[in-house]
């Protein structure tokens, strides 16, 4: 039976152990990978980079290359949307053909222009179109598969000498405006672009390789792909508060890669509830199931999540909601991971589960009790065992109570 410690860690090494025991049985799958002849590799770049977060302060970092891949192609290994109806082993298939290049850099360099490959790299990050890229490493890349729960899978990696961009990037005018404005917060760039429309998978690698904010540095790419969901629904927060709120009970489900949303929307002024309910038999449960919980007021999180990426990805695609509808609510959100969710693909699930979850029709009620019990249906676990942990519904209940005999 798996430690609860491992739903808690996801591979993060709180354990102690020196590589993830469940992270590792995955290696298996390398078999998939594509064989790097030589010491060489050209590919359109999606674009995309990688930031390691092992060595900190010195971080390891480089583009992303799918060796021989087409722009067409290409567009398709960074872009989350568009993988909803590709099956699990498809995902990894793909993705294990992304080499990592690798340079070691200090998190301060990001305002230097002294390392080329480093110059190179933020040159990458600031197109929207895949750019043509080879790099040349000191030897063939290692045959390995990384997992995570936090970043999606990628392929082979080594330590390069050099790379090159065979063609000039393709660079969105409010990219080019921020990342050269050195006088402006990262929280309010993030804020920028996202309202101009630039997708998050952009504005993390922005982020993460150092062109945004007034202090800039390095940045892991684990730690950028929650900074970036956390400022952006901070933003977005603080500007539904001034809403009115929603006139009614709504509820809506969907399934994503195995996790299943139920998200219920209620008239209250704006506050946040998580239950994560890990299955038996998942990639990190094991033999027992997990129930974890999370929350924040209107006035916002209070440090860092016990749930981690995972909470800050499944608030965003809610404030985006709540925005586009411009109104606020009490939003409580159950995600049942079952063991269809086999493999670890990234905090990314959770986000594009949410969203595809928001954008199907939703079921209208008169009651909260009525809302539970249909929510409960779809829900494998016992309502006796993750409702005692919902403070909202408690809440919510109590002071539609209170309201009621308020007025008579």
Same mark, same amino acid.
């Given at each position: 039976?798996?430690?609860?410690?491992?739903?808690?860690?996801?591979?993060?090494?709180?354990?102690?152990?020196?590589?993830?025991?469940?992270?590792?049985?995955?290696?298996?799958?390398?078999?998939?990978?594509?064989?790097?002849?030589?010491?060489?590799?050209? $590919?359109?770049?999606?674009?995309?980079?990688? *930031?390691? =977060? !092992?060595?900190?302060?010195?971080?390891?970092?480089?583009?992303?290359?799918?060796?021989?891949?087409?722009?067409?192609?290409?567009?398709?290994?960074?872009?989350?949307?568009?993988?909803?109806?590709?099956?699990?082993?498809?995902?990894?298939?793909?993705?294990?053909?992304?080499? /990592?290049?690798?340079? =070691?850099?200090?998190?301060?360099?990001?305002? =230097?222009?002294?390392?080329?490959?480093?110059?190179?790299?933020?040159?990458?990050? #600031?197109?929207?179109?895949?750019? %043509?890229?080879?790099?040349?490493?000191?030897?063939?890349?290692?045959?390995?598969?990384?997992?995570? +729960?936090? #970043?999606t899978p990628m392929g082979p990696s080594g330590l390069m000498k050099n790379f090159e961009l065979a063609e000039n990037p393709d660079v969105p005018k409010k990219v080019d405006y921020l990342v050269y404005d050195t006088?402006?917060?990262?929280?309010?760039? *993030?804020?920028?672009? #996202?309202?101009?429309?630039?997708? &998050?998978? !952009?504005? &993390?690698?922005?982020? @993460?390789?150092?062109?945004?904010?007034?202090?800039?540095?390095?940045?892991? &790419?684990?730690?950028?792909?929650?900074?970036?969901? %956390?400022?952006?629904?901070?933003?977005?927060?603080?500007?539904?508060?001034?809403?009115?709120?929603? @006139?009614?009970?709504?509820?809506?489900?969907?399934? !994503?890669?195995?996790? !299943?949303?139920?998200v219920l929307i209620l008239p209250r002024a704006y506050s946040f509830e998580l239950i994560e309910i890990w299955l038996p038999k998942t990639v990190w449960s094991g033999e027992s199931s997990w129930i974890g919980e999370?929350?924040? =007021?209107?006035?916002?999180?209070?440090?860092?999540?016990? #749930? +981690?990426?995972?909470?800050? +990805?499944?608030?965003?695609?809610?404030?985006?909601?709540?925005?586009?509808?411009?109104?606020?609510?009490?939003?409580?959100?159950?995600?049942?991971?079952?063991? %269809?969710?086999?493999?670890?693909?990234?905090?990314?699930?959770?986000?594009? $589960?949410? /969203?595809?979850?928001?954008?199907?029709?939703?079921?209208?009620?008169?009651?909260?009790?009525? +809302?539970?019990? %249909?929510?409960?249906?779809?829900?494998?676990?016992?309502?006796s065992e993750w409702m005692p942990q919902a403070k909202m519904l408690s809440d919510f209940r109590f002071q539609t109570t209170l309201d009621f005999f308020l007025k008579t």
């Amino acid at each position: 039976m798996k430690d609860p410690l491992c739903i808690k860690c996801k591979g993060k090494g709180l354990c102690g152990r020196p590589r993830c025991p469940i992270l590792e049985k995955f290696k298996s799958l390398q078999s998939i990978s594509p064989v790097i002849s030589g010491d060489s590799v050209f $590919g359109a770049s999606p674009p995309a980079l990688f *930031v390691g =977060s !092992h060595g900190y302060p010195r971080v390891s970092a480089g583009p992303l290359i799918p060796p021989l891949a087409t722009e067409n192609e290409a567009l398709l290994f960074e872009d989350p949307s568009a993988w909803g109806n590709m099956q699990i082993e498809d995902i990894i298939s793909m993705r294990s053909r992304m080499v /990592r290049a690798n340079t =070691s850099l200090h998190i301060k360099d990001a305002r =230097s222009k002294e390392n080329p490959l480093l110059v190179k790299a933020q040159e990458l990050a #600031l197109s929207s179109k895949p750019v %043509d890229t080879e790099a040349w490493f000191f030897k063939a890349p290692k045959q390995e598969l990384k997992f995570d +729960a936090v #970043l999606t899978p990628m392929g082979p990696s080594g330590l390069m000498k050099n790379f090159e961009l065979a063609e000039n990037p393709d660079v969105p005018k409010k990219v080019d405006y921020l990342v050269y404005d050195t006088d402006a917060l990262a929280k309010d760039a *993030v804020t920028e672009l #996202l309202n101009s429309d630039v997708s &998050t998978e !952009h504005i &993390t690698r922005l982020f @993460s390789i150092g062109l945004l904010g007034k202090e800039r540095k390095i940045v892991p &790419t684990r730690w950028s792909i929650t900074a970036v969901d %956390d400022m952006a629904g901070k933003e977005l927060a603080d500007r539904i508060r001034d809403f009115p709120w929603v @006139s009614d009970i709504k509820l809506f489900s969907g399934t !994503h890669f195995g996790n !299943h949303f139920e998200v219920l929307i209620l008239p209250r002024a704006y506050s946040f509830e998580l239950i994560e309910i890990w299955l038996p038999k998942t990639v990190w449960s094991g033999e027992s199931s997990w129930i974890g919980e999370d929350s924040e =007021s209107l006035d916002g999180k209070k440090g860092y999540s016990p #749930l +981690a990426g995972g909470y800050y +990805a499944s608030r965003l695609p809610v404030l985006e909601y709540l925005t586009e509808i411009k109104r606020q609510a009490a939003v409580f959100v159950l995600r049942e991971i079952t063991p %269809d969710y086999w493999a670890p693909l990234g905090v990314w699930v959770v986000r594009e $589960g949410m /969203r595809k979850a928001l954008q199907n029709p939703p079921k209208t009620f008169d009651s909260l009790e009525a +809302a539970v019990s %249909d929510l409960a249906e779809r829900v494998k676990t016992p309502k006796s065992e993750w409702m005692p942990q919902a403070k909202m519904l408690s809440d919510f209940r109590f002071q539609t109570t209170l309201d009621f005999f308020l007025k008579t």
